[in-house]
């Protein structure tokens, strides 16, 4: 960890936890207004996407190891993730649609995007960037 | 929004690239002219190698 990190830890985790919790969060936490709205945007435009493409959320399942890789990359997500859980009739998707393969890809980039910019608002919060 | 939403394969994979190179040219680059030319690099790579692997697959059967 570095020594800003060290020294502020507290700030930095926030700002992870922020960034998880909602896309581009943890960037207006720190301070970076129009990169957050920007990345909000984004992410939450892909996860949109792969909903609307009846694309599925990964749960884990016994006997499909892989499950759970991709459920840790749909509950990237954060609250976008929950919320669709808690709102759509179906969310396994409806794999019988021409769109389910993409909207799958569209989810798990997602959840991967936003852990990635996780780990951006880490490095943001322990002056590694700028 | 579904309505909105393109069916046509080609047209999907271009929402995707588009979506893709748009985060990462903000996530990765600072300047504006270094995240245009980082945009449109991811953005070729995707679409144009997207396009290279299906034609790589078209001599198969389905």
């Known amino acids: 960890m570095s020594e800003i990190a060290a020294a502020s830890p507290g700030r930095a985790w926030t700002a992870v936890l922020l960034a998880w919790v909602f896309p581009g969060a943890g960037h207006w936490f720190l301070g970076r207004r129009k990169r957050a709205i920007a990345y909000a945007v984004i992410v939450t435009a892909t996860f949109l996407v792969g909903v609307s493409f009846q694309g599925r959320l990964y749960s884990p399942e016994a006997g499909a190891p892989l499950t759970l890789l991709a459920t840790f990359a749909v509950f990237g997500s954060g609250i976008l993730n929950i919320a669709a859980r808690l709102l759509l009739d179906n969310p396994h998707g409806a794999i019988l649609s021409v769109t389910y393969e993409y909207g799958c890809a569209f989810l798990l980039t997602a959840g991967l995007m936003n852990l990635l910019l996780m780990l951006d608002a880490y490095d943001i919060a322990a002056g590694r960037k700028e | ?62």
């Open chain 2, 1 to 62: 929004m579904a309505a909105l939403l393109p069916t046509d394969h080609f047209l999907i994979m271009l929402v995707y690239a588009l979506l893709v190179s748009t985060f990462f040219s903000l996530l990765w680059a600072g300047e504006r002219r270094a995240r245009l030319r980082l945009f449109a690099k991811i953005f070729g790579a995707l679409v144009l190698g997207g396009l290279a692997v299906a034609w790589l697959m078209y001599p198969f059967p389905k």
